[in-house]
């Protein structure tokens, strides 16, 4: 089934006018990623955009969203005052299914806990013309590149991983709900035009590594915020080498570097992917224009003279790595690992080892993990890590059964999760530790932040590929080098596995009895939709008011030390069911984050009372008194996650301004577009000057203008004061946003 075909038709049309009007107001070869970004402007232009400084209104051609995020996203899209979605729009219910037991039972449970959530995302998206894929139909980005992504187009999704689309050739970018509300309402979504950084692929993979291994690569060169504020092409006879699914992969964990998206040129591994996934029609559409799909030969004969950045990775020396622990940027070929893990006191013994994710549970990948379990099976090998697998979707789940794949893994007492996220974003109840236990698990997810897969801070989380983590699963050790070590066998023997085979599409085609899609009518207005008032899940939203130019002595709620992610903002885990009820997820914020005063955790210090307790207690406790807050933190804050819910749950408690040496992008502009301050150190080491019982007073907010720097003064404990320089990236349209109190109620007082 080709869905929005109509859609995809049209756009090609425009591409072919817009990239030539392009070219001839920029008077340069054009990158894949210019070509994209030119022919989605929401209106005409003269002149060229400058990468990195531009705020540039685009027009995207579809949105996805995940239930976790939908339920904020479709809340805030209700006060909107539409009647219906103005671009294709899907949900998909991939997050709130726990894994514990094996698809069947957990589907089961989390059909009947969040039964709730579900129906409420199902009635919305009915009435609003969005089309909804049931629970156990499969991971969302997974889903997207099987059904909806096509070379060329732009798309956003509630999720930072929306950028797996870049597999197929797309510019996808994760957003916060409400920047998919302004698109859904049918307004121009706004982004600073994007740095572009090359990645020249030479070689082809072989043996042991893998797309995934690219990436980890990536993640070592630019670290979590290289990216920021970036696209990342890559390009090279070693990218035309690919699976579109292995593309995929590499362009999904971009997200983990801080890149604004990634993406690849259209090629052949492309064409065969649509075609297998009955897109035919897409294919040969894209076939009529593939030189408007790709960046420009020029472009890529002399990469250093048109790319910001160049990073050259040949494929035929690349190593299998394994990056992390608690961050995905930490790069070790699989190697050095041993001796890596020695010097720093990592666990050796691996407990878990977990296949699947958005990123890593296509065919292709179950198949080269599936070899090296059959190996293991063949060679007398058992297991001494648990063993977990998550299909992307149910077509991948149903083929992979049909063609024997899975029954492999079940001989290896492997369990077969849900077609959902699971681990990846902490739905785990893991039973086999109990408490804050030191331990070390191996998986193929993007994230390994600590406690991200299952709550304990103490798990040393590491990603690789589905090959490597088969193999290190089966002997049980971190310090395993596949490619060098040898195993001992249940007879005694030495053994060693062989590199692995995959099938990059099912030889018999893919195949799927149901895919759990439901197409929305076409006219939901007599639908209605209810929230019950007392329920804990979801909770009708009330528009935020203006924060208004004059803060005066607002007090210190915390200052965060060293990084803080959206998990560490606003965890996920057990808080994902509060998803849909702000106020009843508000009890998470910023218990995660260090309080740079005595290193603690969830421990901050009440001004008025003098008694420590938790942030979202104290925060409480000076929003009934009306008293002003304010949020300090360090590089790359907010990073990870697109959920909205970071920047919403301190604005709804009451926080007014958030201050800190650099903000990750998609967190950045989710507190813009909730009205509130989001600003930065002019010097960073005005950071240390922050003091525990410090007054911060706005000298000149009511001067707010775009460029111009705000200065704020800090009255400390014992009299003096400083007075700081504080940066901004806020736009006049964005200080609108601040000046109504957030994006949500300008659309509204528009009647857009």
């Given at each position: 089934m080709v869905f929005d075909f109509e859609m995809i038709e049209k756009v090609y049309q425009n591409i072919v006018k817009n990239v030539d009007n392009a070219r001839r107001h920029i008077k340069t070869p054009l990158t894949l990623s210019e070509k994209i970004l030119y022919s989605h402007l929401w209106n005409n232009f003269d002149k060229p955009f400058v990468r990195g400084k531009d705020y540039v209104d685009f027009r995207p051609d579809r949105i996805a969203c995940q239930d976790a995020t939908a339920q904020m996203a479709l809340l805030q899209f209700m006060q909107a005052g539409k009647s219906r979605v103005s671009v294709p729009t899907t949900v998909h219910c991939d997050h709130l299914i726990q894994a514990k037991l094996g698809a069947d039972k957990d589907l089961k449970r989390a059909n009947s806990v969040s039964n709730e959530v579900f129906e409420f995302l199902r009635t919305v998206s009915n009435k609003y013309g969005i089309g909804f894929w049931k629970p156990g139909a499969g991971i969302i980005h997974q889903v997207v590149l099987e059904n909806y992504a096509f070379p060329g187009g732009m798309m956003i999704g509630t999720d930072s991983h929306t950028v797996n689309a870049g597999g197929l050739g797309m510019i996808a970018i994760g957003v916060g709900g409400a920047d998919a509300v302004d698109v859904m309402a049918g307004m121009p979504w706004e982004l600073k035009f994007p740095k572009i950084i090359g990645v020249k692929l030479t070689g082809k993979l072989s043996g042991w590594t893998a797309p995934k291994d690219v990436i980890l690569k990536v993640a070592g060169i630019l670290s979590v915020k290289g990216g920021t504020g970036c696209i990342i092409e890559y390009f090279g006879p070693g990218a035309q080498s690919m699976s579109a699914t292995g593309k995929g992969t590499i362009c999904n964990m971009g997200a983990e570097v801080g890149a604004t998206t990634s993406t690849f040129g259209y090629d052949k591994s492309m064409e065969r992917y649509l075609r297998a996934t009955g897109r035919s029609k897409v294919a040969d559409a894209a076939n009529n224009i593939k030189d408007y799909l790709t960046g420009d030969k020029e472009i890529y004969n002399n990469p250093k003279k048109y790319f910001d950045q160049l990073i050259e990775i040949d494929l035929n020396k690349l190593k299998p790595h394994l990056n992390g622990?608690?961050?995905?940027?930490?790069?070790?070929p699989i190697s050095e690992m041993g001796k890596k893990a020695k010097e720093n006191d990592w666990p050796l013994d691996v407990d878990w080892g977990l296949i699947g994710s958005c990123t890593n549970s296509?065919?292709?990948?179950?198949?080269?993990?599936?070899?090296?379990?059959?190996?293991a099976i063949e060679k007398k090998l058992k297991t001494k890590s648990d063993f977990g697998i998550n299909p992307g979707s149910e077509q991948v789940r149903y083929t992979a059964e049909r063609d024997g794949i899975l029954k492999i893994f079940e001989d290896l007492n492997a369990t077969i999760f849900t077609?959902?996220?699971?681990p990846c974003i902490g739905q785990w109840d893991r039973s086999d530790l109990k408490g804050e236990e030191k331990n070390s698990i191996v998986h193929s997810f993007n994230r390994n932040f600590s406690k991200r897969a299952d709550g304990n801070p103490n798990t040393h989380a590491f990603v690789g590929s589905p090959e490597i983590v088969a193999a290190i699963a089966i002997s049980g050790r971190l310090d395993f080098d596949p490619l060098n070590d040898s195993l001992i066998n249940e007879k005694g023997e030495e053994v060693m596995l062989d590199p692995p085979t995959g099938i990059e599409l099912p030889k018999q085609g893919f195949d799927c009895k149901d895919s759990g899609y439901i197409d929305p009518i076409s006219n939901g207005n007599s639908i209605e939709v209810k929230v019950n008032p007392k329920s804990e899940r979801l909770q009708l939203l009330?528009?935020?008011?203006?924060?208004?130019?004059?803060?005066?002595?607002?007090?210190?709620l915390i200052k965060a030390f060293g990084k803080c992610t959206t998990d560490h903002i606003s965890m996920a885990g057990p808080w994902l069911r509060y998803r849909g009820h702000l106020d009843n997820i508000s009890n998470n914020c910023l218990i995660g984050a260090v309080n740079a005063f005595n290193k603690k955790t969830n421990f901050v210090k009440n001004q008025l009372t003098g008694e420590y307790g938790g942030v979202p207690d104290v925060q409480r406790f000076y929003k009934s008194k009306g008293i002003d807050t304010v949020v300090v933190g360090d590089h790359n804050y907010g990073e990870g996650s697109s959920r909205e819910h970071a920047a919403m749950e301190p604005r709804h408690l009451g926080v007014c301004a958030v201050i800190v040496k650099s903000f990750a992008r998609i967190h950045e502009t989710n507190l813009k577009k909730q009205g509130m301050l989001a600003l930065t150190f002019s010097n960073e080491s005005d950071y240390d000057l922050?003091?525990?019982?410090d007054r911060i007073s706005f000298i000149d907010l009511k001067d707010f203008s775009p460029s111009r720097h705000l200065k704020v003064r800090l009255k400390h404990d014992d009299g003096s004061y400083d007075v700081i320089k504080l940066n901004h990236s806020y736009n006049s349209s964005q200080i609108e946003w601040y000046n109504l109190g957030s994006a949500l109620n300008l659309i509204k007082r528009h009647g857009r």
């Open positions: 622990p608690f961050t995905p940027d930490l790069a070790t296509s065919y292709e990948d179950l198949t080269r993990a599936a070899s090296i379990a059959k190996q077609n959902a996220c699971g009330e528009p935020f008011k203006p924060i208004g130019n004059n803060i005066k002595d607002a007090r210190l922050i003091q525990e019982n």
